[in-house]
């Protein structure tokens, strides 16, 4: 991406032929906004793509933003590079290969963010998508990728005038509904109380972001399933702190063949130390903390890709264990 509006890229793969606009079913992809609530390149993104797959399908610009999700993470530090990653599939045969199902929730009330209420409608969609996707078991499962609403307008601060925290309170309502779904968080144990507090609860296979661009969540499913194409792999691995590279490096030894795509989802951790020593991400007054935590995590995943178009995205509340994260890699068999 030249800048945050841009899609030329894909509007070429268009005109070329290589992608049919009418069979994407999910753009995810990494703006140069701060990544915060009042990061409007992700909105700007939307609206170009939406205008572009508009004049190529035909389609309603408001139907295609109500079916197409798509989910952007504000903030490329250091060695990221601006990007999106568009999924399309086609009609035809396969055995069992790598699946993709989209679900939107029903609008989220300002006052349902951070709540009960958002924990059941992220997880309802959630088997929607495994549903579409034809993805029966939750083990099944490799990564549901989600990008929850922030509130909107002058009442949006139903749970606190915090506007970082109320994105992550949205990360951790949807975390707690990705969990729910899959049975790696038990539904009696996603509570309220227990949101940004009781970090032992957790799944390894969420990506969740937030942001003020959407009023309902977008979920993407990823998993196995008969009926899709072969070609395609998708490896996913926790990582248990931002010194990891073990864990990181697990994904891509997981994923093989070359890497189409990489998501990674870090957390500064909230205890102030890593293996022991001190950290200043959370005390920084200048830089947000999690500005920093992407330019780390995306100095060592962009390493490990040999490119900088790495989807790296704070804000990995009850989404792998305190202070740690994932990352998933898509590949394509040589």
Not at 118 to 136: C, P, W, Y
Request: hydrophobic share 45%.
């Amino acid at each position: 991406m030249a800048h945050p509006g841009d899609v030329s890229a894909l509007g070429a793969l268009m005109a070329s032929g290589q992608v049919d606009p009418r069979g994407i079913r999910a753009v995810i992809g990494k703006t140069e906004g701060n990544g915060g609530i009042n990061d409007f390149t992700r909105g700007f993104f939307t609206q170009s793509l939406m205008l572009l797959l508009a004049e190529k399908t035909g389609e309603d610009r408001a139907t295609l933003t109500a079916h197409i999700p798509c989910v952007l993470s504000g903030g490329t530090e250091g060695a990221l590079s601006p990007h999106y990653l568009v999924f399309s599939v086609a009609p035809g045969e396969g055995a069992r290969g790598l699946a993709l199902g989209t679900a939107f929730s029903a609008p989220v009330p300002n006052a349902a963010i951070g709540r009960a209420a958002q924990v059941a409608s992220v997880a309802d969609a959630v088997r929607a998508a495994m549903e579409q996707a034809g993805i029966a078991d939750p083990e099944d499962v490799a990564l549901v990728q989600v990008k929850a609403p922030a509130g909107q307008g002058g009442d949006a601060a139903a749970r606190t005038p915090d506007g970082r925290r109320l994105m992550a309170l949205s990360r951790a309502a949807a975390a707690f509904g990705v969990g729910v779904a899959l049975g790696d968080i038990d539904p009696d144990a996603a509570t309220e109380a227990a949101m940004l507090t009781d970090l032992a609860l957790f799944t390894h296979r969420a990506s969740i972001s937030s942001g003020v661009e959407v009023v309902a969540n977008e979920v993407v499913v990823f998993g196995h399933a008969p009926g899709w194409a072969a070609g395609l792999s998708i490896g996913v691995a926790p990582m248990r702190d931002l010194l990891d590279l073990e864990g990181a490096a697990a994904a891509f030894r997981a994923a093989g063949g070359r890497v189409a795509g990489v998501i990674a989802k870090g957390e500064p951790d909230m205890s102030g130390r890593i293996r022991g020593q001190r950290h200043t991400m959370l005390g920084d007054t200048d830089i947000d903390a999690q500005r920093h935590l992407r330019g780390a995590l995306g100095a060592i995943v962009s390493a490990l890709a040999g490119d900088g178009r790495v989807f790296v995205s704070g804000g990995a509340e009850h989404q792998g264990p305190p202070g740690g994260g994932l990352v998933c890699v898509f590949a394509e068999s040589s």
